[in-house]
T-cell receptor
Framework: EPEVTQTPSHQVTQMGQEVILRCVPI?????FYWYRQILGQKVEFLVS????????KSEIFDDQFSVERPDGSNFTLKIRSTKLEDSAMYFC???????????FGPGTRLTVT | GENVEQHPSTLSVQEGDSAVIKCTYS??????FPWYKQELGKGPQLIID?????GEKKDQRIAVTLNKTAKHFSLHITETQPEDSAVYFC????????????FGSGTRLSIRP
């Protein structure tokens, strides 16, 4: 059973469109992360989120990206105007009991056409 | 910033033999080193981790070693089985909540029957 669930499992969108990817924690956690994995490549950090604020973000996480936890439960990643190069698997992760472990969800495959 | 190098990129071993994957890291401040297993179409699964205050950790057929002086760490899988076939990622992080995890490029492990 995944530590977090993610929806949708697969999203196809046209270039320039906005997409929202969702992460739903199974239990109550405070720290969340988004990572992406372009097909066949390594997993790359995008952003960390704690107590409704961004803790850290990478160079990939530019102004086209945003994160929020609008209802105190779901954790969302929004891409405002998708580009072809945004096509990737996007993984949400949450922290473990010791604080430094991270457990990943099953991912959302984003395909931008 | 941190950079994690991983090799080999592909590894094929006979069922029952051992497999070894090696990684190096660049930032001496890193002190948490997780290993993830990723099966096709799934998210990375944390299989074992090691912190800088220990040199070795074992969990059944899986063991990890850490050499902080040389900035090397390795994953050892003994008595390999077909279900061990997957992509394995080493990673490094600084011990704290909301710390990003920096991944290696992955090793595709194939177990020959």
């Amino acid at each position: 059973e995944p530590e977090v669930t993610q929806t949708p499992s697969h999203q196809v969108t046209q270039m320039g469109q906005e997409v929202i990817l969702r992460c739903v924690p199974i239990s109550n956690h405070l720290y969340f992360y988004w990572y992406r994995q372009i097909l066949g490549q390594k997993v790359e950090f995008l952003v960390s989120f704690y107590n409704n604020e961004i803790s850290e973000k990478s160079e990939i996480f530019d102004d086209q990206f945003s994160v929020e936890r609008p209802d105190g439960s779901n954790f969302t990643l929004k891409i405002r105007s998708t580009k072809l190069e945004d096509s990737a698997m996007y993984f949400c992760a949450r922290e473990g009991q010791k604080g430094d472990e991270q457990y990943f969800g099953p991912g959302t495959r984003l395909t931008v056409t | 910033g941190e950079n994690v190098e991983q090799h080999p990129s592909t590894l094929s071993v006979q069922e029952g033999d051992s497999a070894v994957i090696k990684c190096t890291y660049s930032d001496s401040a890193s002190n948490y080193f997780p290993w993830y297993k990723q099966e096709l179409g799934k998210g990375p699964q944390l299989i074992i981790d090691i912190r800088s205050n220990v040199g070795e950790k074992k969990d059944q057929r899986i063991a990890v070693t850490l050499n902080k002086t040389a900035k090397h760490f390795s994953l050892h899988i003994t008595e390999t089985q077909p279900e061990d076939s997957a992509v394995y990622f080493c990673a490094a992080s600084m011990y704290s909540s909301a710390s990003k995890i920096i991944f290696g490029s992955g090793t595709r492990l194939s177990i020959r029957p």
